[in-house]
């Protein structure tokens, strides 16, 4: 607004995102997703490459905020910051302290989680449920930030599991509350391709990265992950794949490219039925007329 | 009031001298040493850490991701990795690394030039990210402080330490508390690379002073940290440092000392339009109205005092002071040596959370801004040219020829008719003496 | 105002409430924390309402009736009424469209004694803010009237298939309409299409608004202030239960994905809902949806296919309205005496303000705050 252009004012900068930016890791650690049941190394390689990655986050600008989340079959936890104290840590060598902190206080209680862990496995994980408490935990530091401040916040979430269809509306759910707060969801999948995972990065603009390979994970989350939403723009990034965005039937649960949705509760059906199995809604039948000419369409 | 007004600014020019006046940040500053110097600091994994947070965006992805690149990288690759339409955010920022020996050219087998990251560098970075190597100077084990210091503390320390000093400088009461109080972190960094000027002549050596303060820049606030293994020089400085409120200490021989907020924002003098977001920091406390009316929620006599060297101070409460900013109080303050941008600087960083929630871009009416800055320009009306005089021409004729040719090129200044006198930029004075050389000449 | 839908009794004849008592003052003196515990039980309140509904009117099919006569120059509501509302009405059709992906709106405006439709029904949001920020041109002049709005709109909606849920939502301005001929005739007539009708007031209550709203299942509310305003819109983006009359039927729809050929390039192609547009032409592009029946081109989703009349959409879409229809369960309140330190979802330590936390039914995890 100001129209009076001092001579002292320089040209602004070339680049300056001076914003803060908090980035919560959504670390897949059950022992019973595939991939670790096949091999449970990797999870000590992935969990380093994470806290590497992390630590690279917090090295970009000092006041960069990270926290770290483990998610379970029954439950997901904060393991940086960790409930109670900050741990006291004092140098050992040349790294900088707070990266310390970061790494000790995760394998801690990342450890004390594990061990914890009852034996009986299950190979689904909650991640919609730890994408909701990290969509909380933000939501506080939006609220609790001083008047003016501005934090760009960002959800990764590093996973080796499938995604189920049992928690499809926690998914979409977790997808459109994360929208409206503005809040990018990333996904890194290490073992298997998410597609109900992607559509969520789809619609939050975030990135989907199906990891090639495990030996390289700490140079593919530096390279696509670390940069943060502003900054994509001016790197050239993989390009968005295209999201399948066809519709599951609930009776098959098969893509559909044409079906039949139910007035009432709008649950997707592949044939025509004429009572709805979900809310029970008895239909009225459609002019015999009207249904002919299409259904032949749809065995073309 | 202008004498006193004249001294305080001799007192802005003494302190600053021309030669550091550039130097506003790290990168600046860097840019300035000499190779060895720099190859020097980046043996430490702290400076490297403090180098690579103020290198631009881009910088930063480049570098993370030759981190751990052994060979080179073609040149024509790590073009590749910006987007198009940011090409040139690309070449300033190659320019950059290449300036403060981040990386180096490096010949690929093929004929290709590629980008290679200082060995140095490369190595004390990982160091500072992944551990490995020396443990940091400061770090030695200590026992729990039996008297431990909390944050509030530290704060109110750093704060009294640094009104200390200002007033020190100042040699008078409050007069120059605006331009010091009103940026001082950006302050306390100019004020520190002066002094880092003088480290060396005060037999300190400047690299282990420089890593120091880094170290410090990225200690934890509210944490205490041990003196045990620093050189005696290290000592030294570290009592300077305490003598500004960078650091607390009990007793000099206390064994181990407390950083401030001061010391950790030492470094990021660059983004200073930063805001915490750290629920702790403090809070701005003046508001502005659209009628130049400045409240201002304190009770402390320096910010009372500051706050009256741009307005007229009204009333007085025990927790709010209502001032009106005037003209006449501008100018006085003008006249002090402050500058527009310092009071605007002033009132913006010390905004009422109430005002940042409107727009914390522009937090203040923009009407109350721009007076300000018209009132500055008020004062600086007369604009100086260097020029030469020409005088005494023979005839009027003569006169009119140079007068013509003068003006003919835009280097006339000023002229007068009836004295035959002509002034003419001090660059077109070589030219203009040709032509009239020519032009006796020819006649 | 009119929160209670009957009206036996009047507001003096209620029962003697101390709306006063209600509010108590904190420690220092301040009576916010007890207005935000008030709304923050309102606010569970209509929560915990939710989740008996089941049948929803998921399709809706929303005619907007604007008052554009000369009471909407008035300034009560700043800067005048009519740009307020053309403000309100901007974030109203965003967050509509935001929550009901897969339903239209139409927009209707009375001024002097006649009804003008601005817009046709239809599923895209910014066509409509479009049209709305048009209208702040619209010369205020005369009377509305309110026969001739309805009548439009009951003219477009009766011809939709019977399982589409249909509603009109009245901004009225004006204390008085000017209509042709017997109101209650229309109002008949919106009964019998099970057409609920809606009325916001800016003025006061008036009669037949409260007669209208109450025979086809509307509500009526007049503002307080433009706050109150903006909370009475966004009441009706939730989807309304379903009218009695409504039918329900399999609808048949087309999931379009793009196509793609592994190794060739898309050919470049035009999108039908561009093609016979003069502001914006169509351009070659490549990416789009296709219809999976005629194979037409579209830019953007949902959208009714041109050619053969299929509605096209995408699984988020569908998906978005489920949370209204599958409702995530309610917490369970629990007064706070130092049972865990910290709140499970946040992290963020339970102090001495917090009195009541929520605790999940299921798993029995403490969760702090208002939700």
């Known amino acids: 607004m100001n129209n009076i252009v001092m001579p002292s004012d320089k040209p602004p900068e070339i680049t300056s995102t001076d914003e803060t930016s908090l980035l919560v890791i959504v670390l897949d650690s059950n022992p019973g997703q595939k991939m670790l049941k096949d091999n449970p190394h990797i999870l000590t390689h992935c969990v380093d490459s994470v806290i590497a990655f992390a630590n690279c986050h917090l090295m970009q600008k000092s006041q960069n905020k990270l926290a770290i989340m483990a998610c379970h079959s029954k439950a997901s936890y904060f393991i940086y910051p960790g409930p109670g104290k900050p741990l006291d840590v004092r140098q050992v060598d040349g790294q900088y302290e707070v990266f310390t902190a970061v790494e000790k206080t995760t394998k801690q209680n990342l450890s004390k989680l594990l061990s914890s862990e009852n034996s009986t496995v299950v190979t689904e994980s909650l991640l919609a449920g730890a994408m909701a408490m990290a969509l909380c935990y933000i939501a506080r530091m939006q609220r609790t930030k001083p008047l003016g401040a501005k934090l760009n916040c960002r959800i990764l979430v590093v996973t080796g599991s499938g995604c189920s269809a049992s928690q499809y509306m926690n998914y979409m759910n977790v997808f459109f509350t994360a929208q409206k707060q503005c809040v990018v969801i990333d996904v890194c999948a290490l073992d298997q391709h998410l597609s109900l995972l992607q559509q969520g990065c789809d619609i939050t603009n975030g990135l989907y990265l199906k990891v090639p390979q495990l030996q390289g994970l700490l140079q593919y989350l530096l390279w696509v992950f670390l940069p943060e939403p502003p900054v994509r723009e001016k790197l050239v990034l993989p390009p968005p794949v295209k999201v399948d965005y066809r519709a599951a039937c609930f009776c098959h649960r098969e893509l559909i490219d044409i079906g039949y949705v139910c007035s009432v509760c709008l649950s997707i059906f592949c044939k025509f039925s004429p009572i709805c199995t979900t809310c029970h809604t008895v239909f009225k039948m459609p002019a015999p007329l009207a249904v002919k000419p299409k259904k032949k369409k749809i065995k073309l | ?443 | 105002m009119g929160d209670e839908d009957d009206a036996k009794e009047y507001r003096w004849e209620t029962g003697y409430e101390k709306t006063w008592e209600a509010i108590k003052e904190d420690d220092e003196g301040f009576l916010e924390a007890s207005v935000a515990d008030i709304i923050q039980k309102a606010k569970r309140k209509r929560q915990a309402l939710k989740q008996g509904s089941q049948k929803l009117g998921m399709m809706r099919h929303l005619y907007l009736i604007l008052d554009c006569s000369d009471s909407m120059s008035s300034q009560d509501l700043k800067p005048t009424r009519l740009l307020c509302t053309l403000k309100l009405l901007e974030i109203f059709i965003e967050e509509f469209f935001d929550q009901n992906p897969i339903s239209q709106i139409g927009i209707i405006i009375m001024h002097n004694k006649r009804a003008e439709k601005i817009s046709d029904l239809a599923g895209n949001g910014r066509k409509h803010i479009k049209y709305v920020n048009t209208l702040n041109q619209t010369s205020l002049i005369g009377e509305p009237s309110l026969q001739n709005g309805l009548e439009m709109a009951l003219s477009s909606l009766k011809l939709l298939p019977s399982h589409a849920s249909r509603e009109i939502l009245v901004i009225m301005g004006s204390l008085t309409t000017c209509d042709p001929g017997d109101i209650n005739v229309t109002i008949e007539n919106l009964k019998q299409e099970g057409i609920r009708c809606s009325i916001i007031g800016l003025a006061a209550e008036v009669h037949v608004c409260r007669y209208l709203a109450k025979e086809t299942g509307g509500t009526y509310n007049v503002i307080l202030d433009d706050s109150h305003f903006k909370d009475l819109l966004f009441e009706q983006v939730d989807p309304p239960p379903a009218a009695g009359c409504l039918e329900s039927s399999l609808i048949k729809m087309g999931f379009p994905h793009q196509i793609n050929v592994e190794g060739s390039e898309e050919p470049l192609t035009m999108c039908m809902c561009h093609v016979d547009s003069t502001s914006e032409g169509s351009k070659l592009t490549t990416g789009g949806y296709y219809c999976p029946q005629c194979f037409s081109k579209y830019c953007e989703l949902p959208v009714e296919c041109r050619a053969c009349g299929l509605t096209l959409v995408s699984a988020p879409h569908l998906a978005r309205s489920y949370h209204h229809l599958f409702p995530a369960a309610n917490y369970t309140e629990i007064n706070f005496d130092k049972q865990v330190a910290l709140c499970f979802a946040c992290q963020r330590q339970f102090g001495e303000s917090d009195k009541q936390i929520y605790e999940c039914p299921k798993c029995k995890k403490n969760i702090l705050h208002r939700l």
């Not at chain 2, 840019?31 to 403090?50: G, M």
């Not at chain 2, 320390?157 to 605006?178: F, T």
């Not at chain 2, 620093?230 to 500004?244: K, N, Y």
């Open chain 2, 1 to 443: 009031m202008a004498d006193n007004g004249l001294s305080s600014s001799n007192h802005e020019s003494t302190l600053i001298k021309p030669t550091n006046l550039e130097c506003k940040n790290l990168y600046d500053y860097l840019k300035t040493r000499p190779s060895n110097v720099l190859e020097r600091l980046y043996n430490h994994p702290t400076i490297c850490l403090a180098v690579y947070r103020e290198l631009p965006e881009l910088a930063r992805q480049y570098v993370i991701r030759i981190l751990f690149v052994e060979q080179p990288v073609p040149q024509a690759v790590v073009a590749s990795w910006g987007s198009q339409a940011f090409s040139k955010e690309h070449v300033y920022v190659s320019k950059v690394l290449t300036e403060l020996a981040v990386w180096q050219e490096a010949a690929i087998p093929g004929g290709l030039l590629g980008w290679i990251l200082s060995p140095t560098f490369k190595r004390n970075l990982k160091v500072a990210l992944l551990g490995g190597g020396k443990a940091w100077s400061m770090s030695s084990a200590l026992e729990a402080d039996s008297k431990a210091r909390d944050v509030t503390f530290l704060d109110a320390y750093s704060l009294e330490r640094w009104e200390c000093v200002l007033h020190y400088m100042v040699g008078s009461q409050q007069q120059e508390g605006i331009s010091a109080d009103a940026i001082v972190r950006r302050k306390s960094g100019i004020f520190l690379l002066q002094y880092l000027d003088t480290v060396e002549e005060r037999g300190l050596d400047l690299v282990e002073c420089l890593t120091f303060l880094f170290q410090l820049s990225f200690s934890t606030l509210g944490k205490d940290y041990s003196t045990e293994g620093m050189s005696p020089g290290l000592l030294v400085f570290l009592q300077h440092l305490r003598e500004f409120g960078l650091v607390y200490q009990r007793k000099r021989k206390a064994g181990r000392f407390y950083p401030t907020r001061l010391a950790l924002n030492i470094t990021c003098t660059q983004n200073k339009g930063v805001t915490n977001i750290e629920e702790d920091s403090p809070k701005g406390y003046i508001i502005v109205e659209t009628n130049y009316r400045v409240y201002a929620y304190t009770d402390s006599n320096l910010q009372v005092a500051l706050i009256g060297l741009f307005t007229d101070l009204m009333y007085r409460f025990p927790n709010l002071v209502v001032g009106v900013i005037t003209r006449e109080s501008v100018r006085q303050a003008f006249r002090g040596g402050i500058t527009a941008d310092q009071i605007i600087g002033y009132l913006k960083q010390h905004a009422h959370p109430q005002m940042l929630q409107v727009d914390n871009r522009q937090p203040l009416p923009p009407t109350v801004v721009d007076q300000i800055k018209l009132w500055e320009m008020e004062r600086n009306r007369l604009t100086y040219n260097e020029g030469v005089l020409y005088s005494q021409f023979l005839s009027q004729a003569d006169f009119n020829v140079l007068k013509e040719y003068a003006q003919s090129n835009g280097s006339l200044i000023w002229c007068n008719k009836e004295k035959r006198t002509l002034v003419i930029n001090k660059h077109a004075h070589d030219d203009v003496k040709k032509f009239w050389k020519r032009y006796s000449k020819g006649n």
